[in-house]
């Protein structure tokens, strides 16, 4: 297609010259819709009233397949008005010089053959026939030139009314197609070039062509705050993206308004959530209102993505598209969707988010379009506040609650995205038409004035800093290349120490004996007590310990290296080596994640850091050895002598308390983001702790209702709502240890691909049967018989509201470890007497008789620990230990 030279069977090649004999105006482009509707078989066209094609520097016309006459220079030079222009052409483009060519621009490649270079500013003029919104398509690529390179040409675009390009320049074998929809309000209308001082300007191509007045109406619809945003005419509009969803790029020739459409499988964050689907475009309907070929053609309705696992029950997750735009504009969003995914009306039902806002809630396209496969759009804008990190997301997901009977599904096929012109007018920077910078000096001077005074205030801080720091430096501040020394914080003294002056004394993990080296470590020692960070071991010592890291020692990998077992001392005191991997970019980041986390916490139910090794740029933490590994080993994939169900209640137990700690023992509390079986270890009594804060985040402050970052975590354990919005809350930890509890149950993974579809996810297949009252039918073998009706129904309670949809209706972590000590209760009374029906008295009773076994195996917090959760129970209340914690 446009020059190519390809192979053909004879009808194609008859068919492509038939069409290169008919001119572009009266060229016919079927849009084909339902069979069933004969009176909707009928050939779309549309012929621009305006349709100015011009191959800037062309010695002919070029002519497409598609109908579309290119002008020559020659026939188009009443056009032009410029002082100085130069012709500049090539013969051909070689495949290297192609190469990088999308294949929705192939079509197009003939026109960047050729150009025009402009020493001076130049006008393009053009007699407006009917005045609306026009195309304005530029093409662009830096031809090799003998006298000019244009890959160093920068320069402006600018129409009567807008700015288009400002200060524009392409990088070598860039091709590039800039389109704007501009809405013309008089009958001449001029495209001007302005090369930059000592700089030229070129153009590959020019189209200004009439679209349809039905194209942009004056009215879209705003997420946040939702309502209608009008005056869209007012605004000129740049397309950023065209998306084809599902399906393949369509070119000018499958579009009757010359549109390009790209595919969307670049675009979408998590692929494998998603499946092409696809129908006959003959069977699409265009409604007599609304949508129409011009909106999108069939090609694109017949087209789209479906959720990849849409026959799970209750699935929880979005498609979710995400693309770079500049967060200085607003953006005008349109979506397009066509049902051909339902067999029968009203079985569809999904919600759309834009930004990890709502857009539509139960978006009900039976109701909406009339009749399945019938074309449906929607206009969204999103202003500049609403953008974050420079990102769009688009998302479609399943809805909850609805009147629906069918299958949760979630459906898109089609997505435009469009820069709105700002105030200066301008679709590129803040220079209004006339070369002023938003129409006023005075802003400029304020803008330099504000960043001077900005620049001044962080240099005066950052010179404070500096200077503190130096104050307070360590003794051995000269060894380099150490990763620990960013961690010391201002305030850091040695009465900040978790450790006590008689375990200095005592030679103990702070000694301050000379080391292997000769070194002291007294005063680093102090140093890295004051962070939280324990003994400074030596690259010998660590290197002795494991064997000089012997791969035998490895008892552990993740994304920041892998983690050895190691022995120390004449005692051999077995310890937990992570060494970080420095090639590993994400693992540095989580390593020093779980620094600043360790440092500022220490729990019994947390693991322990014993010390650290910050020589030769090496990055090692020690930790305490936790006997019996992760909780995951002991109930499945492992020979290991399975856990009785009071093993198991109290390693949750556990583990909730830890994750309660997390939640509300620190000033603003911290999100592990990462809580599944694999990192709750168990020591050698089967005391469960947690581990692995590498993803950990700290929460909202008390102004704040979550903390908006990317989706991190282990797939079959994201809470549904943070995956959907990226807005993260303790909540988030709640739901998966909902999964944990289920895991815990079962005795299966969270998610297991090699099970029939509705047994994939873990915890949708348990809720099913908890609904049909026979989840007993599922919980482990091992465990049959052994658990009392009580306790089992207080487990399943907490578990089943850990994993609601919304985190408001989650429970807090310090609600779940009630029920969990309320059902060890139930375990236990019911394993020593038949309780009566009221058996509260009985429990108390328990408890109160335990209370005295439980406070001898209370943990002693260190001094920089707030909070001890293991006193015991007290004698007057059910579980009232839970009271005992307390924010730091």
């Not at 420079?390 to 609650?401: C, D, F, L, R, Y």
């Not at 030679?507 to 007294?522: D, Y």
């Not at 994750?659 to 023992?665: E, I, M, R, S, V």
Request: proline residues 4%; glycine residues 8%.
């Amino acid at each position: 297609m446009g020059g190519d030279k390809r192979s053909h069977t004879i009808s194609s090649l008859f068919l492509f010259f038939f069409l290169l004999s008919i001119p572009y105006p009266t060229i016919a482009r079927k849009s084909s819709v339902s069979d069933n509707s004969s009176s909707s078989q009928h050939v779309v066209k549309y012929s621009p009233v305006d349709n100015y094609l011009i191959d800037c520097g062309s010695p002919e016309a070029t002519v497409f397949s598609d109908g579309r006459s290119f002008r020559s220079d020659a026939q188009s030079a009443s056009l032009l008005s410029t002082s100085e222009n130069i012709q500049a052409s090539v013969t051909s483009l070689s495949n290297s010089t192609t190469s990088n060519v999308s294949s929705s621009l192939l079509s197009s490649l003939p026109l960047y053959k050729t150009a025009r270079i402009f020493g001076d500013e130049s006008t393009y003029t053009f007699f407006i026939s009917r005045t609306g919104r026009h195309w304005i398509r530029l093409y662009f690529f830096p031809l090799p030139h003998s006298l000019y390179n244009l890959t160093t040409a920068t320069f402006s675009v600018i129409t009567d009314s807008n700015v288009l390009l400002h200060d524009f320049s392409l990088p070598n074998n860039s091709y590039v197609l800039k389109e704007y929809l501009i809405n013309v309000t008089s009958n001449r209308f001029s495209l001007k070039f302005q090369p930059q001082s000592k700089s030229i300007a070129f153009i590959n191509a020019i189209e200004v062509v009439s679209a349809p007045d039905t194209l942009i109406t004056d009215t879209a619809t705003t997420v946040s705050p939702a309502g209608s945003f009008n005056g869209l005419n007012n605004y000129a509009l740049e397309v950023s993206y065209r998306l084809n969803v599902g399906g393949p790029p369509l070119t000018p020739y499958n579009d009757t308004l010359g549109r390009t459409w790209e595919p969307d499988s670049s675009f979408i964050k998590s692929p494998i959530l998603a499946q092409n689907v696809s129908v006959s475009p003959k069977t699409v309907e265009y409604p007599s209102t609304g949508a129409s070929p011009f909106i999108a053609p069939n090609l694109v309705y017949s087209t789209a993505n479906e959720m990849a696992m849409a026959n799970v029950t209750e699935p929880n997750f979005n498609i979710t598209w995400e693309l770079k735009v500049d967060s200085t504009f607003s953006y005008l969003i349109r979506l397009h969707f066509c049902d051909i995914v339902s067999k029968d009306l009203n079985d569809l039902y999904f919600n759309v988010y834009v930004n990890g806002m709502t857009g539509v809630a139960s978006l009900d396209l039976s109701t909406l379009a009339g009749s399945l496969r019938t074309a449906y759009y929607q206009d969204f804008v999103v202003n500049t506040t609403q953008i974050v990190d420079g990102k769009i997301m688009v998302e479609v997901g399943p809805a909850s609650n609805t009147a629906g009977s069918g299958t949760p599904n979630a459906i898109l096929n089609g997505l435009e995205v469009m820069k709105m012109s700002n105030e200066a007018s301008s679709l590129d920077g803040l220079y209004t038409p006339d070369g002023s910078y938003m129409g006023s000096t005075f802003t400029k001077l304020k803008i330099a004035a504000a960043i001077g005074l900005a620049m001044g205030v962080m240099a005066m801080l950052m010179l404070a800093t500096v200077f503190v720091r130096w104050q307070k430096r360590p003794p051995d501040w000269e060894r380099r290349k150490s990763f620990s020394s960013w961690l010391l914080p201002i305030h850091a003294t040695g009465h900040s120490s978790f450790m006590s002056s008689k375990s200095w004394s005592r030679g103990g993990l702070g000694s301050k004996s000379k080391n292997k080296n000769g070194s002291k470590n007294g005063n680093s020692g102090l140093y890295s007590s004051a962070l939280g960070l324990g003994r400074s071991f030596t690259f010998a010592e660590l290197k002795e310990a494991t064997r000089n890291f012997d791969e035998k020692a490895v008892i552990g990998v993740g994304g920041f290296g892998k983690v050895y077992l190691g022995e120390i001392g004449e005692d051999e005191t077995k310890l937990a080596i992570k060494r970080g991997n420095p090639s590993s970019e994400q693992g540095i980041t989580e390593f020093q994640t779980e620094i600043q986390m360790l440092s500022k916490l220490r729990h019994r139910h947390l693991v322990s850091l014993i010390g650290y090794c910050d020589e030769n740029s090496e990055m090692i933490l020690v930790y305490e050895h936790m006997a019996n590994g992760p909780l995951r080993d002991h109930l499945y994939g492992s020979n290991l002598t399975p856990l009785s169900w009071k093993q198991r209640l109290e390693i949750c137990i556990g583990a909730a308390r830890g994750l309660h700690y997390l939640h509300t023992g620190a000033a603003q509390g911290i999100i592990h983001r990462d809580v599944k079986t694999t990192n709750i270890l168990l020591d050698e009594n089967f005391v469960a702790k947690v581990s692995d804060f590498g993803l950990s985040k700290t929460g909202p402050t008390a102004l704040q209702t979550h903390v908006s970052t990317a989706v991190k975590g282990s797939f079959g354990y994201l809470d549904p709502e943070y995956f959907r919005r990226q807005q993260l809350t303790e909540k988030s930890d709640v739901y998966s240890f909902g999964v944990v509890l289920f895991e815990v149950l079962c005795a299966r993974p969270a998610i297991n691909p090699a099970l029939p579809r509705e047994q994939v996810n873990l915890a949708e297949w348990a809720m099913q049967w908890h609904r049909k009252g026979l989840l007993e039918k599922i919980i482990d073998s091992h465990l049959q018989g052994t658990i009392s009706s009580g306790s089992l129904k207080k487990y399943v309670e907490a578990a089943e509201k850990c994993l609601a949809e919304y985190g408001v209706d989650r429970p807090s972590m310090g609600d779940v470890l009630w029920n969990l000590e309320y059902a060890l209760q139930l375990q236990e009374v019911s394993t020593k007497i038949d309780p009566p029906e009221d058996n509260s008295d009985l429990i108390t009773l328990q408890l109160r008789r335990e209370k005295d076994q439980n406070d001898d195996h209370a943990s002693t917090t260190p001094a920089t620990v707030a909070v001890n959760d293991d006193s015991g129970i007290v004698n007057s209340t059910l579980f009232s230990q839970i009271g005992g914690f307390q924010g730091r």
